[in-house]
């Protein structure tokens, strides 16, 4: 950006709270502030956080904590005393990250502190929503207010066109932009004395196929298929090892899964892993990410391990698999475990030809923090101009006055020393 901007980054998670948007917004904080202008970060208040270390505000709101149900808090999208702070910072531009709590606390700011509204559009958010309301009417209605929220926005970004498909088929029905999130892993391996210092104490054999797959154990995330697949395997006499990574709720039931199908003895379970260069390690042991999900809009634990020189098995037509080609930076199988074992037990046997896809992987498909926000913020200024001019699309609904109402309440000072 040729100036100085303030951008308000809002989003219903922020760490301590770690999930995949949530480091999204981490990034888009610590780029904006190192290289473009300077980030305010709005979030709902989580337990225990600690915000000492930022070197830019963080703004918590009140919540309802539900993270022993859901590992999340809910937030009250109604701030007074942050909406007195965001009026007095001279907004350049808010960008929301969630269609949730952050949407509507947007919405009622957008008016108040004028400046343009840019929504990113990270996760299929209706498969969430599935998960947790039971009522076909509730889940209606609840997506309907998300897409509602969505369509009235200055411009909406989706992190991968299936992303932005996934959203017209809810019922937007605007037009999105594609701005890829980039991955805070360096390009490069790490050395190997480090791989072998935490790797060495598992039972991983050398000359055998090494499989990770990393994210949240939820079966979701395909990983049925690669439970299958593996059992295919043993039985025709292969031998490898799968190391998991990661925690989730489906995690029990994924555990008998695997000893139900006989491989449990090829199974590492690396747990949670928060240190990022020990992630790198087990990416740079392993040979193959296994990653046959359709639910990822934007799959950056591939770029993760692309960035490790690592190359990916994953469904063709997937988000995940945006910018892959078959057998030169990746391998895309159709989606199921005959598919999946088939094709490992072909590309197993010429490791050096899968390491080179990996090599590709990391030249052709990686994309770093510092290059996807130094696009974002170049098309910041696009908004920001388009805002001031009257060239954004008319998307203003009923509602967009009931929540400029809501604003103006927020901001009048006799609200500051109101609790709650």
Same mark, same amino acid.
């Given at each position: ?16 709270l $770690? ?7 981490? =990034?888009?904080?610590?780029? %904006? ?5 300077? /980030?305010?970060?709005? @979030?709902?208040?989580?337990p225990y ?13 009140h919540?309802?904590?539900? @993270? ?40 009622a ?6 400046? /343009?509204?840019?929504? @990113?559009?990270?996760?299929?958010y209706?498969?969430?929503?599935r ?25 909406? !970004? ?6 932005g498909?996934?959203?017209?088929s809810?019922?937007?029905t605007?037009d999105? $932009? ?7 892993? /360096? ?18 054999p ?5 499989? %990770? ?5 939820? !079966?979701?995330?395909?990983?049925? %298929?690669?439970?299958?697949?593996? #059992? ?39 747990g #949670? ?6 992630l790198?390690? !087990? ?8 990653? /046959?999900?359709?639910?990822?809009? =934007? ?7 692309? +960035? ?12 995940? +698999?945006?910018?892959? @080609? ?34 590709n992987?990391? =030249?052709? $498909?990686? %994309?770093? !923090? ?23 699309p008319?998307?203003?609904k009923?509602t ?6 809501v ?14």
């Amino acid at each position: 950006m040729s100036t100085m901007r303030t951008i308000a980054l809002l989003n219903d998670s922020f760490p301590p709270l $770690i999930d995949g948007v949530s480091n999204a917004v981490f =990034n888009y904080a610590e780029q %904006i502030k190192q290289h473009y202008g300077n /980030p305010i970060v709005v @979030t709902p208040e989580y337990p225990y956080a600690d915000d000492s270390n930022y070197d830019y505000p963080i703004l918590r709101y009140h919540s309802i904590d539900i @993270t022993r149900q859901l590992n999340v808090v809910a937030g009250i999208p109604y701030a007074p005393r942050q909406a007195k702070q965001l009026r007095d910072a001279n907004i350049d531009l808010l960008h929301c990250h969630c269609p949730a709590a952050s949407i509507v606390l947007s919405r009622a700011l957008r008016d108040v502190i004028n400046a /343009p509204l840019i929504m @990113t559009y990270h996760s299929k958010y209706d498969i969430d929503i599935r998960n947790v309301v039971r009522s076909r009417l509730v889940q209606h209605n609840v997506i309907g207010a998300m897409i509602e929220s969505i369509n009235a926005c200055d411009e909406v !970004w989706a992190v991968s066109h299936g992303a932005g498909e996934n959203l017209r088929s809810l019922g937007y029905t605007g037009d999105y $932009i594609v701005m890829e999130n980039g991955v805070d892993m /360096p390009h490069e391996r790490v050395s190997d004395d480090y791989v072998r210092e935490v790797t060495g104490s598992y039972d991983i054999p050398e000359n055998v196929p090494v499989f %990770i797959f990393a994210g949240r154990m939820m !079966w979701y995330k395909g990983i049925r %298929i690669i439970i299958d697949a593996l #059992a295919g395997l043993k039985a025709s006499g292969m031998d490898f090892r799968m190391v998991f990574v990661g925690k989730g709720t489906d995690f029990g039931e994924i555990q008998k899964c695997i000893r139900e199908s006989g491989i449990e003895e090829k199974v590492i379970y690396a747990g #949670a892993i928060y240190d990022r260069n020990q992630l790198r390690a !087990w990416y740079c042991r392993a040979d193959l990410l296994l990653f /046959p999900s359709t639910f990822d809009t =934007n799959g950056l634990v591939v770029r993760e391990a692309a +960035a490790c020189s690592l190359p990916a098995v994953l469904i063709e037509g997937s988000c995940a +698999a945006e910018g892959v @080609t078959d057998g030169r930076n990746g391998y895309l199988i159709a989606e199921n475990a005959i598919a999946l074992a088939v094709r490992l037990d072909r590309i197993c046997s010429d490791m050096n030809a899968v390491h080179q896809v990996g090599v590709n992987a990391g =030249n052709e $498909i990686y %994309i770093s !923090w510092e290059d996807s926000i130094r696009k974002a913020t170049e098309r910041y200024e696009v908004v920001i101009d388009n805002y001031k001019s009257g060239r954004c699309p008319q998307r203003k609904k009923l509602t967009d006055e009931f929540f400029k109402s809501v604003g103006e309440l927020m901001s009048f000072d006799l609200f500051e020393h109101i609790s709650f």
